[in-house]
Nanobody
Framework: QVQLVESGGGLVQAGDSLRLSCAASGHIFSNYDMAWIRQAPGKEREFVAF????????DYADSVEGRFTVSRDYSKNTLYLEMNSLKPEDTAVYYC??????????????????WGQGTQVTVSS
């Protein structure tokens, strides 16, 4: 069983930075592709960022490209999302998710098998 626990969310002002963390346990961390996915109130879940199990490939939603950076630390079994130049439209619950690697799109949120409980990020204007 895979367990994912996010942390690092909070209330910030537009232009500020935050770093989210996702601690993984119950599985071999390097066996899984990982992603960050967010959900704003009244909206569907939205892909944010992806990192392959090796860390050698990343992908970002157009809305966060150049502002967000995804990374993973194998020694700590932890996934990160560094968020800079935050905007009010980044306000959402942020989830980390994992999946067994496969050749399909990295951006399909339903392709991820394991999810954390989420952490709230609120950006005020």
């Amino acid at each position: 069983q895979v367990q994912l626990v996010e942390s690092g969310g909070g209330l910030v002002q537009a232009g500020d930075s935050l770093r989210l963390s996702c601690a993984a346990s119950g599985h071999i961390f390097s066996n899984y592709d990982m992603a960050w996915i967010r959900q704003a109130p009244g909206k569907e879940r939205e892909f944010v960022a992806f990192i392959s199990r090796s860390g050698g490939r990343t992908d970002y939603a157009d809305s966060v490209e150049g502002r967000f950076t995804v990374s993973r630390d194998y020694s700590k079994n932890t996934l990160y999302l560094e968020m800079n130049s935050l905007k009010p439209e980044d306000t959402a619950v942020y989830y980390c998710a994992a999946r067994v690697p496969y050749s399909g799109s990295t951006r399909v949120t339903t392709s991820y098998n394991y999810w954390g409980q989420g952490t709230q990020v609120t950006v005020s204007s």
